[in-house]
């Protein structure tokens, strides 16, 4: 068997094989042997017709058609062993090149590489302080806000009232927009969503019921409000209601009405400690993306588009799990968008299959460079801590309802436990080096890192490999966008 192999810009290998001329007679041999098998030849019993027979009732093309598959299926592993190529996924046979002697064609897709650079010499600095007691006072009178009531007042506007308006948008002497009795709360919070435009209820702060005023507002082209794209527009406003807001008192029959608090210190204490986790976590996702896209940019990263597909399959599950949670489907979500499928995938599903791809692959090499590995604690942790949160999703109680979680989905949940545990103990040492902390070595006992199981390829040529393409199954990056 002569090989002769040719690397290609897109990590894949091209590998031309010439074998002797009795190897595919061989082959044709076994297929007619195959094919009397499996059909009805008169005269004989199945697999017993002979040779020429069996090219008689089937034409010589088809039996040399069969013959290739089982020379395929026969020397790919070997092509496999004698080059050391370890394929990322199931090879191709791309061309029969010739017959006499046999010589073919493949196009193997090789396991993604990743090379970082020197990124022990990155340095981000970690600034995340907590959140002052400003923010939980300022929490807590969002809480009063949310749980108040009005009355009409008879005195000028001001912050935190809700007010009725008519009013006319004119462009010129042409009217294009009319409400009457519009509901308008008056913000102290800018708002981006805020209609006619972000803004606009500062602009009635001192009003009085019955009075109109005129505000002038240039949209920009790309306005979300179509009718007033692009346009100068001149609003005449009335004010017909003016509704002060009234807040309860903060006592402790209120911390018990929001939370079932014992007291109000004890609502305080708990809105700080949810305000010091929302803020480290939002903290942690922007440092941890900033670092990662430091070193990517820096790294030389290669992977094979039988890759990226598989990644890509990944991100529209994702989305459809989600629409499936909200009752749609995915040609619904598309028609509501008014984009088509192509579209789509090329300026979403693409781009965020390749970020995430390329962070979980800077992931994986981080580990295995750093011969991060995780405890049994670590592990027995994340277990627990992934159990009690998938104990509150609907799906998992109504599978519990019907039967017993299967060992199948607790392997599962084990699974998910590890990848997160190793991406959680990946980034907080990628931390250490960013800041320029020699880490203490750990004294814990290492254990060996579960890898997820993959899935088994479409029939194509396959041989079992060593195949790093698992850390797509991982997806560590989940927890980092």
């Not at 040529?461 to 060593?466: L, S, V």
Request: hydrophobic share 35%.
């Amino acid at each position: 068997m002569k090989i002769e192999t040719q690397d290609r810009d897109d990590n894949q290998i091209t590998v031309e094989v010439e074998l002797d001329d009795t190897k595919l007679e061989g082959a044709r041999r076994v297929a007619a042997r195959k094919i009397s098998q499996r059909m009805k030849i008169p005269g004989f019993r199945p697999g017993k017709a002979p040779y020429e027979v069996v090219v008689r009732n089937v034409g010589e093309s088809s039996i040399t058609e069969d013959a290739i598959e089982l020379l395929v299926d026969e020397i790919y592993p070997k092509i496999l062993d004698e080059t050391g190529i370890k394929p990322a996924a199931p090879g191709t046979l791309e061309e029969v090149i010739a017959i006499d002697p046999p010589k073919f064609k493949f196009l193997i897709p090789l396991i993604p590489s990743v090379d970082l650079g020197d990124y022990q010499s990155i340095r981000l600095d970690y600034k995340w302080t907590p959140p002052t007691e400003d923010k939980v006072d300022e929490a807590i009178e969002e809480l009063r806000r949310m749980y108040s009531s009005t009355e009409v007042v008879n005195r000028p506007v001001q912050f935190g009232d809700f007010i009725m308006v008519d009013l006319k948008g004119m462009v010129g002497d042409n009217v294009i927009s009319e409400k009457k009795g519009h509901p308008i709360f008056i913000n102290p919070d800018l708002k981006e969503d805020e209609w006619p435009f972000n803004g606009f209820g500062g602009k009635l702060i001192d009003m009085i019921n019955g009075q109109e005023k005129k505000i002038k507002h240039k949209f920009s082209k790309d306005s979300t409000v179509e009718d007033f794209a692009g346009k100068e527009v001149e609003f005449i406003v009335k004010v017909t209601t003016v509704r002060g807001m009234i807040l309860p008192d903060l006592n402790d029959e209120f911390a018990a009405r929001v939370g079932k608090f014992d007291n109000v210190q004890s609502m305080r204490d708990a809105i700080r400690t949810n305000l010091t986790n929302q803020s480290k976590v939002e903290y942690d996702d922007e440092y941890f993306e900033k670092l990662i896209d430091t070193i990517k940019q820096q790294s030389l990263i290669k992977y094979p588009p039988q890759v990226l597909d598989h990644e890509k399959e990944h991100v529209l599950n994702d989305l459809e799990r989600r629409l499936s949670d909200q009752n749609l489907e995915m040609d619904v979500y598309l028609k509501m968008r008014e984009i088509d499928k192509d579209k789509f995938m090329e300026e979403e599903v693409v781009p965020v299959a390749v970020k995430r791809l390329e962070r979980a692959l800077i992931m994986d090499q981080i580990a295995k460079m750093e011969k991060i590995e995780l405890s049994e604690e670590d592990l027995t942790s994340a277990f627990q801590q992934t159990l009690f949160e998938v104990q509150n999703d609907d799906q998992f109680q109504k599978l519990v309802k019907k039967n017993k979680p299967s060992q199948q989905l607790m392997e599962s949940l084990a699974q998910e436990s590890a990848n997160r545990a190793m991406v959680a103990k990946t980034l907080e040492h990628l931390k250490t080096i960013a800041m320029g902390i020699q880490k203490e070595s750990s004294e814990e006992t290492p254990v060996k890192k579960t890898k997820a199981s993959s899935k088994k390829p479409g029939k194509k040529i396959e041989k079992t490999e060593t195949n790093e393409q698992d850390v797509l199954e991982n997806d560590p990056s989940n927890s980092i966008e």
